[in-house]
Every structure is written in structure tokens, then in C-alpha cells.
């Protein structure tokens, strides 16, 4: 099993820019999220999916997209990218909600820099 | 709204030391889940140990275990025998409603 991918590793935008931050699992997990994790902070939880076809907003949604047509993919979109968006991305998936016993398993993250 | 507070941002000890790190949180809820999880410098997280809020007993995962004192809404984690390998950022998470609520991280360095 790969676990969870994402593509890029790197990104440099520039401000107005969109983009689209690809994840995928290959473990058949329901549960996916999208988390932001920015210096000094914790990681901030920005959308959500319990199921194909079902999102829902984290705790800083705004500025980001996402839809889950499949299992297996949850991308994540900057629909116009801005400085404050400069952070790390960490795509997470689970069995099911990761609020229980379920163990998360997270990507390796994407380093995103908007000039 | 839960907040997840991690007093220590950084603590450093030598190898084979034991080290405590500390984590409070508030919440009115009286079922959730607590977590603790580690973050080495390749920046993969990883699942450390979990608590079920309505277990008295403390979780206990090898050299990893914790003190969960509910009343006091305190969620400490001991490392016994530290390792090299343990230097990492360690992230102690409340987790609620498909939501987790990270704290801001302790960075642990363990020297040789």
C-alpha cells in the first residue's frame, strides 16, 4: 500500500493564482481532511469528507474548495491564492471518523508559498 | 468551543531520561477522544497513543504512556527511557464530531 499521497511536494503561486492540491489513499477509508499547519500553531482542520460525496467545513474553510467524487481522491482547490494561504498542507484519511478509535494516517504533506 | 493548550513549546532531555509533556484542553463535552500525536523532522505525523475520555484506566503503548485526568481536563504524556528517535514535535489533539482540535506542539529534543 502507498497510504496517502500528495502531489506537489512544493509549490510557489503568486497571489491570484489557483491551484489544486491532489490526495489520494488506497486504504478504502471513508473519513478524509484536509489540515493547514502553520508555525508555532497546531494543525487547523479545513474541510472534511465522511464518504464520497459528502464535505463538510473544518474549523478554516474559507478560500479553499474541495469535492470527493471517489474513495480513494479528495483534492483540495485555492480558488485565488493569497499570502496568508503560505503553509503547509496535510492530507489525512481513516477507516472512519478519526474522533474515535480509528488511527489517522496523513500525507507527507505539501510546503505552498504564495508571493 | 474545545481549546487544546500545550504550555511547553520546547524541552530537551538526555538519552534514556524520562520526560513528561503537557497538554490541558477545555471542553464541556463529557465523551470524546484524546490523542497524542508525533511529528519527526521528516515532518510525517504519527499516531502516538489515544485516550477514550470514559476509561478510567491511562492508555499505555510501550515505552509511551499517559496520566488523563478528566476533572482536571489534563492529558499529560510520559516517555520512558528516551530515544534518539524520539526528537520530534509532539501534538496532543482532542477529537469530537469528526473534528480534531490540535495544540500548538512541544518540540522535544533528546540528547545523546
Known amino acids: 500500500n502507498a497510504g496517502v499521497t500528495q502531489t506537489p511536494k512544493f509549490q510557489v503561486l503568486k497571489t491570484g493564482q489557483s491551484m489544486t492540491l491532489q490526495c489520494a489513499q488506497d486504504m478504502n477509508h471513508e473519513y478524509m481532511s484536509w489540515y493547514r499547519q502553520d508555525p508555532g500553531m497546531g494543525l487547523r482542520l479545513i474541510h472534511y469528507s465522511v464518504g464520497a460525496g459528502i464535505t463538510d467545513q473544518g474549523e478554516v474553510p474559507n478560500g479553499y474548495n474541495v469535492s470527493r467524487s471517489t474513495t480513494e481522491d479528495f483534492p483540495l482547490r485555492l480558488l485565488s491564492a493569497a499570502p496568508s494561504q503560505t503553509s503547509v498542507y496535510f492530507c489525512?484519511?481513516?477507516?472512519?471518523?478519526?474522533?474515535?478509535?480509528?488511527?489517522?494516517?496523513f500525507g507527507p504533506g505539501t510546503r505552498l508559498t504564495v508571493l | 468551543a474545545q481549546t487544546v493548550t500545550q504550555s511547553q513549546p520546547e524541552m530537551s532531555v538526555q538519552e534514556a531520561e524520562t520526560v513528561t509533556l503537557s497538554c490541558t484542553y477545555d471542553t464541556s463535552e463529557n465523551n470524546y477522544y484524546l490523542f497524542w500525536y508525533k511529528q519527526p523532522p521528516s515532518r510525517q505525523m504519527i499516531l502516538v497513543i489515544r485516550?477514550?475520555?470514559?476509561k478510567q484506566q491511562n492508555a499505555t503503548e510501550n515505552r509511551f504512556s499517559v496520566n488523563f485526568q478528566k476533572a482536571a481536563k489534563s492529558f499529560s504524556l510520559k516517555i520512558s527511557d528516551s530515544q534518539l528517535g524520539d526528537t520530534a514535535m509532539y501534538f496532543c489533539?482532542?477529537?469530537?464530531?469528526?473534528?480534531?482540535?490540535w495544540g500548538a506542539g512541544t518540540k522535544l529534543i533528546i540528547k545523546p
Open positions: 489533539a482532542f477529537g469530537l464530531n469528526y473534528q480534531l482540535i
Open positions: 485516550q477514550e475520555a470514559y
Open positions: 489525512a484519511s481513516s477507516r472512519d471518523s478519526p474522533t474515535t478509535y480509528n488511527e489517522q494516517f
